[in-house]
């Protein structure tokens, strides 16, 4: 390498290094702080050019680019969710994510002499609405999560989960339904 190369690698490296202190600071620190108010931490996180309908929690931790990050109404994120945002992130309306619940799009695939890929490939990952997923659960590249699903703490999700069960374990699978719940009026008339 060329002392030239060498200045321009460490320049490059520098403003890398730089640009991520900046963007914590702005989206972890200020915009995850438990003293920063829902709504600003929401106005925050649009200013960067992310679709919110619904604040992030306190103590989010985020990574990645706003313009990745989609929360529609009523989502709930409880403390000290990450999102890893190197592809998109949607997260339907009236779903629900327990306490350091870890999303991550970057992908490193093997070459075919088996080493990992340095550069990282995004992979989406796209969650739908109504869906409750518990502490600690961890959710990898490319997953697909259809409406009404419950996944459980600790779970690991890849793939598709169908909507109506719950998943649990690693890799999660499902090992239930759910039921439907019965409209009010429906009880009345079969009394």
Do not use: C
């Not at 929401?42 to 929690?57: C, D, I, Q, V, W």
């Not at 989609?70 to 997260?91: F, H, K, W």
């Not at 870890?102 to 088996?114: A, K, M, R």
């Not at 169908?162 to 998943?167: A, E, I, L, N, T």
């Amino acid at each position: 390498m060329s002392p030239r190369t060498g200045r321009h690698h460490l320049w490059t490296s520098l403003v890398e290094d730089v640009d991520l202190a900046a963007r914590h600071l702005v989206l972890v620190t200020v915009g995850g702080s438990v003293v920063v108010p829902r709504f600003a931490r929401k106005l925050l996180y649009r200013a960067t050019g992310a679709h919110l309908a619904s604040p992030p929690g306190a103590g989010f931790v985020f990574r990645g680019s706003g313009r990745h990050l989609t929360l529609g109404a009523g989502v709930y994120m409880n403390d000290r969710v990450s999102i890893e945002a190197l592809a998109p992130v949607t997260i339907g309306a009236g779903s629900a994510l327990g306490m350091e619940v870890l999303i991550l799009t970057s992908h490193h695939p093997l070459t075919p002499d088996g080493r990992w890929q340095e550069a990282a490939e995004g992979r989406p990952v796209s969650i739908g609405e109504r869906v409750w997923i518990g502490a600690r659960a961890i959710i990898l590249p490319g997953a697909v999560i259809d409406d009404d699903v419950v996944v459980a703490a600790g779970a690991v999700v890849s793939g598709h989960l169908r909507s109506g069960g719950v998943y649990a374990g690693v890799p999660a699978r499902r090992i239930r339904e759910l039921t439907a719940p019965t409209p009010a009026g429906d009880a009345a008339a079969d009394g």
